[in-house]
T-cell receptor
Framework: GAVVSQHPSRVICKSGTSVKIECRSL??????MFWYRQFPKQSLMLMAT?????????EQGVEKDKFLINHASLTLSTLTVTSAHPEDSSFYIC?????????????FGPGTRLTVL | QKEVEQNSGPLSVPEGAIASLNCTYS??????FFWYRQYSGKSPELIMF????GDKEDGRFTAQLNKASQYVSLLIRDSQPSDSATYLC??????????????FGRGTQLTVWP
């Protein structure tokens, strides 16, 4: 099946720093990539939808200047958490739809656990 | 408004029993329905998807869809302790600007005890 990777899997940083998370589709071209955030014991919350070559669409309440998304190619999307603060500590998960089969399942990455001290 | 409702649980069943997980959705335009399993600290993994009314079976898992009642369920037969996880119901509209987007429920925590 299609594989999505994320890097890093875990990151600890100081408050005020920026953190970049990469999401790659390893064996397929992704038309769309999605970024989710999940706090402990809560469900996935969609942050933004990212299409290759265009600006990301952010969900209501998500600050686009704080969570920068770049979808530079059909296999790579990045999420940068700028000036991270402890309240940004969460589990960040990306997913992707396969270009050739947009109606098929979303393939999820393994997630990135961010801890901001 | 696109809402997906699940009983938060926790649902606790003995090993070998049938676990029944339920989900309702508000948007009648929903076209595709997914059940994901999420272990603690891990990302979701797809168990089953269903598009048409009726039942769909895959091994110990059966998904049931009733679009008229806006209801989808997941049955797990012969439950095993390894099935203990949070189960997420997701729906997809498959149209317009929401193409490909999943709407998730809050999840039901299942515990299977030996």
């Amino acid at each position: 099946g299609a594989v999505v990777s994320q890097h890093p899997s875990r990151v600890i940083c100081k408050s005020g720093t920026s953190v970049k998370i990469e999401c790659r589709s390893l064996d397929f071209q992704a038309t769309t990539m999605f970024w989710y955030r999940q706090f402990p014991k809560q469900s996935l919350m969609l942050m933004a939808t990212s299409n290759e070559g265009s600006k990301a669409t952010y969900e209501q309440g998500v600050e686009k200047d704080k969570f920068l998304i770049n979808h530079a190619s059909l296999t790579l999307s990045t999420l940068t958490v700028t000036s991270a603060h402890p309240e940004d500590s969460s589990f960040y998960i990306c997913s992707a739809n396969e270009r050739e089969r947009p109606y098929n399942e979303q393939f999820f990455g393994p997630g990135t656990r961010l801890t901001v001290l | 408004q696109k809402e997906v409702e699940q009983n938060s649980g926790p649902l606790s069943v003995p090993e070998g029993a049938i676990a029944s997980l339920n989900c309702t959705y508000s948007d009648r335009g929903s076209q595709s329905f997914f059940w994901y399993r999420q272990y603690s600290g891990k990302s979701p993994e797809l168990i089953m998807f269903i598009y048409s009314n009726g039942d769909k079976e895959d091994g110990r898992f059966t998904a049931q869809l009733n679009k008229a009642s806006q209801y989808v369920s997941l049955l797990i037969r012969d439950s095993q302790p390894s099935d203990s996880a949070t189960y997420l119901c997701a729906v997809r509209l498959d149209r317009g600007s929401t193409l490909g987007r999943l709407y998730f429920g809050r999840g039901t925590q299942l515990t299977v005890w030996p």
